[in-house]
């Protein structure tokens, strides 16, 4: 006896919540129908359709609006506005009910340096990509120091067919004349140096921003130092902090209470076509760029001298229910109902294409929470003796935080009808930790 195991898809978008439509048949006036982003529950005996599945009968058909805005594309096609239906949806049959939760992503942040981040978390050379040494380091005069920066991930590897790196090298002046032994200076000039250099390298600068900080009070109070194309007045407000741009630093004679840290987030910005030239084979990104720094000597090796300290605020979290795979689950959703997706632009204007890219509302650029339903239609008079159990998939694309509760109504459907099918909250990603004053991250474009 053979198995069939896969469950056949089928995508419901449900931005707009549940329709108001109570006890009366779909399409039987102008007024009773779905719109866009809409869905409802249709009694198989009766074909009322109602805003909670009936728990008398414990079996219902789920319905979405149809994405289509016209009947008609020529005078031998019709019936684009049907609403979208499934198959007969018993509770016994359900085997499981699920909600994955979206994640919005965070960047790979690390921090060289005395930072408020190592400040408050002192870097352990046992944590994945840290270094555990001098965060308030002195940088002597005459010296020349290095910090190799490795950029690593899906956007480095597409951008450059290899992961990225570059050694920065930040010389700190000549000694002053009557001085017979290197003395320290304004450690801003070190990270200042390294922050500039990173930013004019083209192999580098797409993937990381960098920002200065500056204390000299053990972290009481802040300066921030931002790339010069930064209008720092659009930056939060932070109580003890200052912000500044790298062209407002003027050296100050050392002083030992000086300390200052080098910021690095991973900021790539990915460039991707709008609606109207869309097509499904488009590339978005999903992993976040990940950044490795170490100070090293002349030579490159990081292990022949106690170096500066390396801190990871953030590992980098990938973001869930993007925007992006909706249109594209709702695209093959579409094209298994025989609504497909025109790749030349004007064939999709003329066959509605545009409306299921935009797919009732559906932003690619916003995050939606789903909702699965897996069940199955047992057909056990098949004569070859095949156990054709025919599954489905029902994904319900809601916005975050499912505002209309269709989670909990369909749980508490099943929960009345007496079903063991296992119902479940997925976790999604946490966020990562904020430091204490955070060193924000501005807008970029």
């Not at 080098?262 to 760029?289: I, R």
């Not at 025989?338 to 632009?345: C, G, H, K, S």
């Amino acid at each position: 006896m053979a198995y069939f195991n896969h469950a056949f898809k089928k995508t419901f978008v449900a931005t707009r919540g549940i329709s108001s439509l109570n006890d009366v048949q779909l399409g039987t006036s102008p007024t009773n129908v779905l719109t866009p982003g809409e869905i409802s529950f249709i009694d198989p005996k009766t074909f009322q359709v109602s805003p909670v599945p009936d728990s008398t009968c414990c079996e219902f058909i789920l319905a979405g609006g149809a994405l289509m805005p016209n009947d008609k594309i020529g005078p031998f096609h019709g019936g684009y506005t049907e609403s979208n239906k499934s198959k007969t949806i018993k509770s016994k049959y359900v085997s499981r009910l699920y909600y994955s939760p979206a994640n919005d992503p965070s960047n790979y942040v690390i921090h060289v340096g005395l930072t408020p981040w190592t400040n408050a978390n002192p870097p352990v050379s046992s944590n994945p990509g840290e270094t555990a040494g001098e965060c308030c380091k002195q940088f002597l005069c005459d010296e020349t120091y290095y910090l190799r920066l490795d950029i690593k991930g899906s956007p480095a590897m597409r951008y450059l067919d290899r992961n990225s790196y570059l050694t920065l090298e930040a010389y700190t002046g000549c000694c002053p004349d009557d001085q017979l032994a290197p003395t320290p200076v304004d450690p801003r000039r070190v990270m200042l140096a390294w922050a500039n250099q990173l930013l004019e390298n083209t192999l580098v600068n797409p993937f990381a921003f960098p920002v200065v900080t500056f204390t000299q009070d053990a972290g009481a109070t802040w300066t921030y130092y931002y790339p010069d194309t930064v209008d720092t007045a659009t930056l939060p407000v932070i109580v003890g902090v200052t912000y500044a741009n790298f062209s407002d630093w003027t050296e100050a004679l050392f002083d030992p209470a000086m300390c200052a840290g080098l910021v690095l987030n991973g900021a790539y910005v990915e460039t991707k076509f709008e609606n109207c030239t869309f097509q499904p084979s488009d590339f978005y990104e999903l992993e976040p760029v990940r950044l490795y720094a170490s100070e090293v000597d002349l030579t490159g090796d990081p292990c022949e001298f106690t170096g500066l300290c390396v801190g990871v605020q953030c590992y980098g979290v990938q973001a869930n229910g993007v925007g992006e795979t909706v249109v594209r689950d709702v695209i093959l959703s579409e094209s298994y109902r025989q609504n497909f997706l025109a790749t030349d632009l004007r064939i999709r204007e003329v066959t509605q294409g545009n409306s299921i890219v935009e797919a009732a509302g559906v932003n690619r650029n916003d995050l939606y929470d789903r909702i699965y339903l897996q069940h199955n239609i047992p057909r056990l008079y098949n004569p070859t003796g095949t156990f054709d159990n025919d599954q489905y998939l029902l994904e319900i694309v809601v916005p975050v935080d499912d505002p209309d509760g269709i989670f909990t109504i369909l749980g508490e459907w099943l929960t009345a009808c007496g079903s063991e099918c296992l119902i479940e909250v997925l976790e999604g990603a946490a966020a990562c930790e904020v430091s204490t004053p955070d060193v924000p991250l501005p807008v970029l474009s």
